[in-house]
């Protein structure tokens, strides 16, 4: 496991609020215990509110959906789509396919092929257990059952950072300089500032958005659900990915 992912795995929920209910319940008689108990059960319970989860994505998608403008003169010169994980042994299958994050990527990233008709690269690598490459399987699908050809494959990334590191010289060599970029709404700021940071210029195709325009406070905003605590994992992940990937920025000028 990469630093960055024993470090999502720490600090995330469940074992992130884990830690102080388990820290609580070994330390019970000393004063500070039943704080934390308290402390990782209420953060286990505050993240299940439908609440929290659409206040942190209006905070985490600040691009909107593309206009039917920006579709009839999109003034770029091709899609890019990330992938977002697999499912593995797919028993009804027999082989590996898509996980479903992805396949609502490819599925936006199909949908703008269709009406443009411009050029879709597809992104993502695996580690050494998992093999062929996603983007291999991105590619199979989006051909094979959506009718869209794949113009380009990158399949050596394994993180955002790296879909653009890897993803640039295929872009430059075919001399597409301005990309849309697809990705889930939550995701695409982290991504737009990967690529750009490789030196392409991005619009950002924001798919399966997470929040809406907020329609005023409901009942069912406070009543605890398991989509919810989802969201909320969704939009952890991300805040912690960002973090990370600041302090790779400060590394980098840092050493460099």
Known sequence: MSLHGLLKAL??????????????????????????????????????????????????????????????????????????????????????????????RIRYAAWLQRRTRLPLVVCGGSPPSENPPLARIMARVLEREFGVPVAAVEDHSRTTRENAHYAAPILRRHGWRRIWLVSHAWHLPRAVEAFRHAGIEVVPAPTAFIHRDDPGTQPGDFLPSAKAWLGSYYALHELIGRAWYRFLGWWDATVG
């Open 11 to 104: 600090l995330l929920p469940p074992l992130g609020l884990l830690w102080p209910i388990l820290l609580g319940a070994f330390w019970w008689r000393q004063p500070v215990a039943r704080g934390l108990v308290l402390a990782g059960a209420l953060g286990l319970l505050v993240l299940a509110l439908p609440i929290v989860p659409a206040r942190l994505m209006a905070l985490l998608e600040p691009y909107p959906a593309l206009s039917a403008k920006d579709l009839a003169h999109p003034g770029v010169e091709a899609i890019v789509v990330l992938g977002a994980g697999r499912y593995s042994d797919a028993p009804e299958y027999g082989h590996d396919d898509l996980g479903p994050l992805t396949l609502q």
